[in-house]
């Protein structure tokens, strides 16, 4: 069964910066079925990017994907300290559609 | 506007038993192949089962199958999971979630204790 393998598990960053997040895979998998979530507390998960590399609705340009095979990455270009939330990939193109364990972003 | 609405959502002793539910609204809900995730206190998201539109596939997490049963009524734009069989583990809060995943409702909790 795919594994999917989110790092850094924990990242505290200052506003302005970029973040690079990567989500690893233990088995090659398309890259349409690959998406990011943003997830705030108390709040359900948020769609960010689908196949990959497509933006959600309404998801600011600040936010792309990029990778392919079993090496994915989240980039978030000019944090803002309403980026702070914990970032999910996932896989749904076959199930189980297994989620990554999450990374942490925290803007101070 | 889109909305998912969960309900049914309790207190239930282990071995217990559970129904929840969510409603949707602003969507052709027949079109549309659904899912629940479940989140447990502190962790992280996990899929849980995915119906589609016309219930001819099912799918179910390793974690539940034999136990969670999903199913829906297109008439009455609704979505369910028959939760049997309860363990403290499946404490959590329970998504619906559309196809891909663009549209969630706020979740429901399940709490499993004695």
């Known amino acids: 069964e795919l594994v999917l393998t989110q790092s850094p598990g924990t990242l505290s960053l200052s506003p302005g910066e970029r973040v690079t997040l990567s989500c690893r895979a233990s088995?090659?998998?398309?890259?349409?079925?690959l998406a990011w979530y943003q997830q705030k507390p108390g709040q359900p998960p948020r769609l960010l990017m689908y196949?990959?590399?497509n933006r959600a609705t309404g998801v600011p340009d600040r936010f792309s994907g990029s990778g392919s095979g079993t090496d994915f990455t989240l980039t978030i270009n000019r944090l803002e300290p309403e980026d702070s939330a914990v970032y999910y990939c996932?896989?749904?193109?076959?199930?189980?559609?297994?989620f990554g364990p999450g990374t942490k972003v925290d803007i101070k | 506007e889109v909305q998912l609405v969960e309900s049914g959502g309790a207190l239930v002793q282990p071995g217990g038993s559970l129904r929840l539910s969510c409603a949707a609204s602003?969507?052709?809900?027949?079109?549309?192949?659904m899912n629940w995730v479940r989140q447990g206190p502190g962790k992280g998201l996990e899929w849980l089962s995915y119906?589609?539109?016309?219930?001819?596939?099912?799918y179910y997490a390793d974690s539940v199958k034999g136990r969670f049963i999903i199913s829906r009524d297109n008439a009455k734009n609704s979505l369910y999971l028959q939760l049997n069989s309860l363990r403290a583990e499946d404490t959590a809060v329970y998504y619906c979630?559309?196809?891909?995943?663009?549209?969630w409702g706020q979740g429901t909790l399940v709490t499993v204790s004695s």
């Open positions: 979630a559309t196809n891909r995943f663009d549209y």
């Open positions: 602003g969507l052709t809900f027949s079109n549309y192949d």
């Open positions: 119906i589609s539109s016309s219930t001819n596939v099912i």
């Open positions: 088995q090659t998998f398309s890259s349409r079925y």
């Open positions: 196949s990959t590399s």
């Open positions: 996932q896989q749904y193109g076959y199930s189980p559609f297994i």
